[in-house]
């Protein structure tokens, strides 16, 4: 992501989102949430949003489109009165874990609005209406809409709940809010309180409901405690129970995921309904770039043709290492030879394609460790999987971390999610590297010692994802060196 834009603005700057235009292509674009199940779920938003309070849930895969759907909704709800010189009434929330989503959205509501539902709208007006909040998020010219909330705001995007109701003062305007990704988000209680209060039909304050979307398999960076009260799972079980006024859908369509390079998320964490609608990325690698590679290289040549010829045909590739990880230096999480190869490999995925690549790794060591083996292309990046819960990029090479059990205390086992955010952040193709099998025995290991611990149930699916991700055997290399 680049952190300037066009005008000089910076990319959190909320004057380059004000000053939008539309595009005609967002007519096309939302064509999508007039069919099933987006139909249904707008449906049940809609009936909270004309004053029925409600709770209402939505489960959604990655790629999804989530905020996207969010940003929809809200333009086609507001385009008729976000202009107006005169505000009153409903007040309009969404909040998400980020600043990156924050913006994010911010983006797709403006262009939507203009472009979709052509709301020709002055930015000096829109800075009236909106408000954004966020320890990034700034606005050089509009400063107005960081102030805070008064009757001519009409809508709030926000990283935190308590930065919309510390500018709230003592309004008692009907509040609906619409959370995003809310699996990673520090006020969930608070929430809970609220879907009971509503599902016993008594409101809370001027709250008058809420929606969210998220998707519980993708809840990491939270402790035990916090996962058993996760929003989601709470509505779940609400709307199971029967209590009026509490709706749960699921969401299994993946604009984003290519067909076939879904498949270990899809069968692990997803019980097979994902449905991937995403257009997959086939190479086609001339001899050239395989003798490029240089000196550093030499002794992966063979494992690396290999890879290239698969790759015309798969947009999923596996490569099991026989070494588990091994760290080599005390303090700093990395594995030089896994290092190396992950290099290697994005010079050859840089030459064979111009599109946008990330290696993805568990560690900033790591991370630090594939850069020190020499300059990486420009179109390819080196992060961390925390890093990139919300992002993704065309193309991804996932390295594995430490495979051994350690009392089940190492990362994938500590947080057994966090194999399904690294394995979920393409759009077109996935090449993983480490050791899938050392890592199903680690996930045998704490499912027979460690029973009735909360992450029993993460696994169980992490075990399933690298099991179908070595069922593939035509898509699997097995590097012994």
């Known amino acids: 992501m680049s952190t300037h834009s066009q005008h000089g603005y910076s990319y959190y700057d909320i004057s380059r989102i004000l000053e939008l235009k539309g595009e005609g292509s967002w007519k096309i674009g939302i064509r999508r949430y007039s069919t099933q199940p987006y139909s249904d779920i707008e449906a049940k938003i809609n009936d909270l949003l004309s004053g029925n309070p409600s709770v209402v849930g939505v489960s959604g895969v990655p790629g999804a489109g989530k905020t996207t759907f969010y ?22 929330v969404y909040i998400a874990p980020t600043n990156d989503l924050v913006i994010d959205f911010l983006e797709k509501f403006v262009q939507i609005l203009k472009g979709a539902f052509d709301v020709e709208c002055p930015p000096e007006i829109l800075a009236k209406r909106i408000r954004a909040y966020g320890s990034k998020i700034e606005s050089r010219k509009y400063s107005e809409v960081l102030k805070t909330i008064n009757d001519e705001v009409i809508l709030v995007a926000a990283t935190e709940w308590q930065r919309v109701a510390a500018r709230l003062g003592r309004s008692q305007r009907r509040q609906y809010y619409l959370i995003d ?20 039909r008594r409101g809370w304050k001027n709250i008058q409901g809420f929606v969210v979307i998220g998707d519980e398999n993708q809840a990491i960076g939270i402790n035990r405690v916090e996962r058993r009260h996760l929003l989601l799972e709470k509505i779940r079980r609400l709307s199971e129970s029967g209590s009026e ?31 991937a609608l995403g257009q997959p990325i086939l190479l086609n690698c001339e001899s050239e770039c395989i003798k490029g590679l240089g000196e550093k290289c030499r002794g992966l040549a063979p494992t690396l043709e290999e890879l290239s010829i698969i790759a015309r045909k798969s ?39 111009r599109k946008r690549i990330v290696i993805l790794t568990p560690y900033v060591g790591m991370s630090f460790a594939i850069r020190l083996v020499g300059n990486l292309p420009g179109n390819v990046r080196a992060a961390t999987v925390s890093a990139y819960l919300g992002r993704e990029d065309d193309i991804v090479i996932a390295v594995f971390g ?15 999610y966090l194999l399904n955010v690294q394995l979920s952040r393409h759009r077109g193709a996935l090449y993983t590297m480490g050791s899938a099998e050392k890592l199903i025995n680690s996930a045998n290991y704490c499912l027979g010692n460690k029973r009735g611990d909360i992450r029993e149930a993460g696994w169980e699916k992490m075990r399933r994802a690298l099991q179908t991700l070595l069922e593939n055997g035509d898509m699997v290399i097995r590097l012994t060196r």
């Not at 988000?185 to 509503?198: G, Q, R, V, Y």
């Not at 076939?260 to 309904?273: C, D, L, N």
Request: aromatic letters at 10%.
């Open 315 to 353: 947009p999923l590739v596996h490569i099991e290492l026989s070494n588990e990880f091994r760290p080599t230096i005390d303090g700093i999480t990395f594995d030089e030879k896994r290092a190396r190869i992950a290099w290697c490999l994005a010079q050859l995925l840089s030459c064979c394609s």
């Open 71 to 92: 940003a929809y909704v809200l333009a086609k709800q507001l385009k008729d009165r976000i202009c107006q010189r005169r505000q009153e009434g409903d007040l309009y």
């Open 181 to 200: 990704e809310a699996s990673r988000m520090t006020f969930t209680k608070l929430f809970i309180s609220i879907a009971d209060e509503i599902a016993s």
């Open 245 to 275: 006024g509490v709706h749960h859908l699921q969401l299994d369509h993946s604009f984003r995921l290519p067909k076939g390079a879904e498949m270990p998320i899809k069968e692990g964490y997803y019980e097979g309904r994902l449905r």
């Open 402 to 416: 430490k495979e051994r059990a350690a009392e089940c205390k190492t990362f994938y086992l500590k947080d057994p």
